[in-house]
Nanobody, 114 residues
Framework: QVQLVESGGGLVQPGGSLRLSCTAS????????IAWYRQAPGKERELVGS???????KYADSMKGRFTISRDGDKNTVYLQINSLRPEDTAVYYC????????WGQGTQVTVSS
């Protein structure tokens, strides 16, 4: 099974931008649907958006506008670009293979603070 590993998180000031990476251990096109989620402290995990192998991208309604999902097939990587970061964007961000029984990864921490 192809594994996904998140990276790119860090500490960023409000108003800044960040690009998170989700790199597959094999051919990323072998995964039919990859989603980005986030989990803020004390809150439930929530969906940011997803990308299908064919390239179709959709976002949760609350995430439209500042979040952009893209993919680089040559690098077997899916990205999540976050602009105009706010303190409430502080969370652990996960990418997830939406196939049944696919495990969650470690995630990458994003902290928005001045």
């Amino acid at each position: 099974q192809v594994q996904l590993v998140e990276s790119g998180g860090g500490l960023v000031q409000p108003g800044g931008s960040l690009r998170l990476s989700c790199t597959a251990s094999g051919n990323i096109f072998s995964i039919s649907n990859i989603a980005w989620y986030r989990q803020a402290p004390g809150k439930e995990r929530e969906l940011v958006g997803s990308i299908k192998a064919g390239g179709f991208i959709k976002y949760a309604d609350s995430m439209k506008g500042r979040f952009t999902i893209s993919r680089d097939g040559d690098k077997n990587t899916v990205y999540l670009q976050i602009n105009s970061l706010r303190p409430e964007d502080t969370a652990v961000y996960y990418c997830k293979d939406l196939s049944p029984d696919a495990p969650w990864g470690q995630g990458t921490q994003v902290t928005v603070s001045s």
